[in-house]
């Protein structure tokens, strides 16, 4: 089935061996945060060599063997000369950027200039861009180190995290169920601690239902906060890129890096003068106080398929009261977000110009260069893309009815900027999924509630809330996330909000698939 199988195991054991010294307890390094690994490299308690081979370790031990999780598209053959350069640098005494010996890891829709980047996709397999999407260059200038590229729903397309490249990626929690999508690869990456940060696209889901399936953290920031320059497009009205971590002070930190005007993306523009000068200085105990926030009962499902996920909801509400929040139910039916996929969604209207744009752009970097030369290829998942890439094939941005849906995501935008204003709300809190994460069977990911955000521009955080009865497959349960939406350039509230639930909730543990190794 696989690709890169060999390339990822070549590079594992083809490594050179860490300089003779005492090994850091692995067990101590699970869950590890950007803030706390930076305390024990000032503290000479770690270097980065030993931080970026403990990740590395654990992809060996369980991406493709063990759970065979198989998140890891690529993983970078250059990323332990890179850490034993930065520990020699730090040696010497040089300061410590805010990113330093970060090991990420990229949902391969980032152009990288030294991994390919394929979309998960046969028709892309040998496609190396010349330089770095934007966000990678800052990343990378700050001090990550790409510790490789993750599988994704192909084309950033659907929400199983199943590709033709890289095949079906499993969620660490139960190995019977996707991990979301389509930045699926990122999310179970970091819950099964492949790395300590990571970067995810969202269209309509992609960052946030990613982040509820695996008990980590996502956000989906205000459109145009964070560029999309060198990102592999799917709609100019609806892409966002963002952060994904385990802990919500590691997003802030992330979100610091990534966030800012480029030209190349003019839509950055719009973020100008809305740059928090601190993401961090968000991160204070009390950001419940007081908060007034609505429960949108309108993207709840009252089923019996709905009950587990509505349990751990009713859970996470008691705790934000129990912090101080002012807790009201609101309901609007316009902001059910399975009507809006069918009446405001504008994907298939924008792709196909988009992706020829990318592209052409790439030159002779990339195999095809047209939507239809992708078609024409067989290259790609038909059982999950097929009929998306036709319908896409035959729409475009001069039909009536595209304009007609823009139209209805400005009336959109205005309905809930009224809606929150008139019930002095300060944040909305709904479940991502209205459902638990689906079974790998499944084609696509039902009952989200990404589109409110995806079409309005507003952002939006999801963090763990709790998970589902334990069962046999999954011994913890199946995670349920928490998101929290508010208005436009409103990411300082939205963190201040979103850490006080987390330190209050303690709602992420660690999947039981992917355990410490021994020494």
């Known amino acids: 089935m696989r690709r890169n199988a060999i390339l990822l195991m070549a590079v594992l054991t083809g490594v050179a061996a860490a300089p003779a010294q005492a090994k850091p307890d692995a067990a101590k390094l699970m869950e590890a945060t950007i803030q706390g690994t930076r305390a024990q490299f000032a503290a000479g308690a770690l270097t980065c060599h030993d931080l970026v081979e403990f990740y590395l370790d654990r992809i060996h031990a369980y991406d493709q063997k063990g759970a065979a999780i198989n998140t890891m598209l690529y993983v970078n053959p250059a990323v332990l000369k890179e850490a034993d350069r930065m520990d020699a640098a730090h040696k010497a005494g040089s300061s410590l950027p805010p990113l330093w010996c970060v090991p990420v890891v990229l949902k391969d829709n980032y152009d990288t200039k030294d991994m390919p980047t394929t979309g998960g996709s046969k028709s892309l397999q040998k496609a190396q861009p010349a330089k770095d999407a934007t966000v990678v260059a800052r990343l990378r200038k700050a001090g990550a180190l790409v510790l490789g590229k993750t599988n994704l729903s192909e084309f950033a397309l659907t929400g199983v995290t199943r590709s033709s490249l890289g095949g079906q990626t499993k969620n660490p929690y139960d190995l019977t169920r996707t991990p979301g999508g389509s930045s699926g690869g990122t999310g179970a990456a970091l819950a099964a601690n492949f790395a300590l940060a990571g970067t995810g696209s969202d269209t309509v889901n992609s960052v946030r239902s990613p982040a509820s399936a695996n008990s980590v953290v996502g956000f989906r920031a205000t459109n145009g906060l964070v560029s999309r320059a060198g990102i592999i497009p799917v709609s100019a009205t609806q892409d966002s890129a963002g952060p994904l971590a385990r802990t919500v002070s590691d997003v802030a930190i992330m979100l610091q890096v990534m966030a800012g005007y480029d030209p190349e993306d003019p839509k950055t523009g719009l973020a100008v003068g809305h740059v928090a000068p601190s993401y961090v200085s968000a991160l204070k105990p009390d950001g419940l106080k007081n908060l007034r926030v609505g429960v949108l009962k309108t993207l709840f499902g009252n089923e019996e398929k709905n009950r587990p996920v509505n349990k751990v909801m009713a859970h996470a509400i008691d705790i934000m009261k129990q912090q101080g929040a002012v807790v009201v139910e609101v309901e609007n039916p316009k ?66 009815e595209y304009w007609k849906r823009i139209t209805n995501i400005r009336d959109l935008r205005i309905e809930l900027a009224n809606f929150m204003a008139k019930n002095q709300l300060d944040v909305l809190v709904f479940p991502e999924q209205r459902e638990l994460v689906a079974e790998i069977s499944t084609l696509n990911q039902p009952a989200r509630n990404g589109h409110l955000a995806a079409l309005t521009g507003f952002p939006e955080i999801t963090l763990p809330a709790g998970f589902s009865a334990p069962t046999q497959a999954a011994p913890l349960g199946v995670p349920v996330g928490l998101s929290i939406l508010g208005r436009p350039w409103s990411e300082f509230t939205l963190l201040h909000a979103a850490y006080s639930f987390e330190q209050a909730a303690n709602a992420r543990k660690p999947p039981r698939s992917t355990p410490p190794l021994s020494e």
């Open 335 to 400: 902001f059910f977000t399975d009507m809006l996929g069918k009446t405001d969604d504008v994907q298939k209207f924008e792709y196909q110009q988009l992706l020829n744009g990318y592209l052409a752009g790439q030159g002779d970097h990339v195999p095809v260069h047209t939507l239809q030369e992708v078609l024409a290829s067989g290259g790609y998942d038909k059982q999950t893309l097929q009929s998306f890439l036709l319908d896409a094939e035959n729409h475009g941005m001069n039909e009536p």
